[in-house]
């Protein structure tokens, strides 16, 4: 059985184009819009790794990535920006985020970040 990731994006033409890169490498993707509804998800299912943008409406990633941590201290969390690490970077994302990509990434980062993390 594949594993299954879930992909937190208030753009819905991002988090298909990412649900498809990850079914290319045999992972199922279930999509939250927003880290509300991510929590809900994460609680539902058995979710291997989350991967969430930054920059969203209601909860923003840095506050998804807490609220995960808190919760499941284990669960591998991506963070995805079009803004560079050095831009973004803050102790939370450097000592809790397991995993950061920069828009636009390929194929090759999605790769890396696989068998790293899983």
Known sequence: MAKTILIVDDNPNMSSLLAEML??????AIRANDGHDALEKINKNDI?????????????GLELLQNIKERKPKLPVVLISGYSVDEV???IV???ADGFLNKPFMMADIERLLSELL
């Open 23 to 28: 079914e290319v490498f045999h992972y199922d």
């Open 94 to 96: 450097k000592n809790k």
């Open 48 to 60: 291997a790794m989350v991967i969430t943008d930054m920059r969203m409406p209601r909860m923003s």
């Open 89 to 91: 970077g803050s102790d």
